[in-house]
C-alpha cells in the first residue's frame, strides 16, 4: 500500500506562485508514474500535469498550464513536486496527487488509478 499525502496549498493573489508536495509512505514511489489532478467546485476533474517513473525523464502537461506549471520527482526524498508560477483565478481547486504503474492510465485520467492523496486547497484571488 502507498499513502499519498499532498502539502503546499494555500491562498495567493494572481501572478504568484506554489510549490506543491505530494510525500509517500509505505512503499517507494520509484516505480510508479505520478500525477496531478485537479477539481474546482461543480467541475469534472481536471489532468494538471504526469512525470514518468524511475528517473522521471518524461513529463507531460495540460495545455492548460503548459509552460507555467513544472513537475518534478525526488526519489531519494519519496517526494514529488508540483511547481506552479504565473498562478490564475481559473487555477483554483483542489489538487492532488495519484500514483499508478501505467503510464496511459496517468496522462489519459483514467477514472480509477492505483492510489491517490485527498489532496489540498489552490486558492489563486484576482
Known amino acids: 500500500q502507498v499513502q499519498l499525502v499532498e502539502s503546499g496549498g494555500g491562498l495567493v493573489q494572481a501572478g504568484g506562485s506554489l510549490r506543491l508536495s505530494c510525500a509517500a509512505s509505505?512503499?517507494?514511489?520509484?516505480?510508479?508514474?505520478m500525477g496531478w489532478f485537479r477539481q474546482a467546485p461543480g467541475k469534472e476533474r481536471e489532468f494538471v500535469a504526469a512525470?514518468?517513473?524511475?528517473?522521471?525523464?518524461?513529463?507531460y502537461y495540460a495545455d492548460s498550464v503548459k509552460g507555467r506549471f513544472t513537475t518534478s520527482r525526488d526519489n531519494a526524498k519519496n517526494t514529488v513536486y508540483l511547481q506552479m508560477n504565473s498562478l490564475k483565478p481559473e487555477d483554483t481547486a483542489v489538487y492532488y496527487c495519484?500514483?499508478?504503474?501505467?503510464?496511459?492510465?496517468?496522462?489519459?485520467?483514467?477514472?480509477?488509478?492505483?492510489?491517490r492523496g485527498q489532496g489540498t486547497q489552490v486558492t489563486v484571488s484576482s
Open positions: 495519484a500514483a499508478d504503474s501505467r503510464w496511459r492510465a496517468v496522462v489519459d485520467g483514467a477514472h480509477v488509478l492505483q492510489y
Open positions: 509505505g512503499r517507494t514511489l520509484s516505480s510508479y508514474t
Open positions: 512525470i514518468s517513473r524511475w528517473t522521471g525523464s518524461s513529463t
